[in-house]
């Protein structure tokens, strides 16, 4: 897989200059608003829904992260970032895998879905106790990365980010979908402090991939048989669950 993003780059010389929409997606103006949904902002262009059944394999690029340019904690370990990132592309891998599901390539070409996405406005908060600890990296599968990863972001507090993804024809760069998950919430006048936690972010990226799934699945079956791919929400499991 090439890897497109240095996460370290985004300490060295973090990203200013953005609102809420960070600039990562083509166009948000596209993007409709939903309530009650895991996903906030939804793009599906026109056809897309026939357009899937010509897909049978699907490139995850590592996400890229973005910091917001006000959080109270600037940096982060590269390595603690890229454990994340690393940690977010197997969820999704792993949940379009599974149980014989379609296959993962490392090349953008006809018959592929690339999914390019990323965690913006990334609102970091630093504990009293002191900041992250060394760990190891190096994890391969995503279920052993899920102890290491609860330990490392326990030691900060993820306060707000958003997650954006588009979902391209890897053969014309076509969009046929982008979406944004908003998750976390800054303290306010009228607005309590809202943490994000890892089973939480881990939740939604596999509410992802769970929905693409279900979708490229949709488009090989009789109408009058598909699945409600809005309505597949996973939560959140923590530790004690």
């Known amino acids: 897989m090439k890897r497109l993003t240095l ?9 200013v200059g953005w609102g809420s929409d960070s600039g990562f997606l083509d166009d948000y103006s596209i993007l409709e608003q939903r ?10 262009a026109p056809g897309t829904e026939e357009r899937l059944a010509d897909y049978d394999a699907v490139l995850v690029d590592q996400p890229e992260v973005f910091m917001s340019p006000d959080s109270k904690y600037g940096g982060a370990k590269p390595d603690h970032l890229k454990m994340l990132a690393d940690s977010m592309r197997l969820a999704l891998v792993e949940r379009l895998q599974e149980d014989g599901g379609y296959k993962i ?15 913006t406005d990334l609102y970091l908060k630093k504990k009293k106790r ?21 330990d490392v972001w326990k030691k900060i507090d993820m306060v707000e980010l958003n997650i ?4 391209v024809d890897g ?3 076509d969009v046929l979908a982008a979406v944004v998950a908003e998750r976390g919430a800054r303290k306010t006048d009228d ?3 809202e943490l994000v936690s890892w089973e939480e972010l881990d939740a939604t990226i596999n509410t992802f991939g769970l929905r693409l799934r279900c979708s490229l699945d949709n488009a090989r079956i009789e109408a009058g048989s598909r699945e409600d791919c809005s309505q597949i929400l996973v939560e959140p499991v923590t530790e004690e669950s």
Do not use: C, K, M, N
């Open 171 to 173: 053969a014309t760069g």
């Open 7 to 15: 996460v370290a780059l985004f300490l060295i010389f973090p990203i």
């Open 105 to 119: 390539v490392e090349e953008a070409g006809p018959g592929v879905v690339y999914i390019r996405w990323a965690i």
């Open 191 to 193: 607005q309590e402090q």
């Open 130 to 150: 002191g900041f992250l600890s060394y760990t190891p990296i190096g994890f391969v599968v995503h279920a052993t990365a899920q102890a290491a990863i609860r």
């Open 164 to 167: 954006e993804v588009e979902f």
């Open 35 to 44: 309530t009650g949904d895991a996903i906030d902002r939804v793009y599906i």
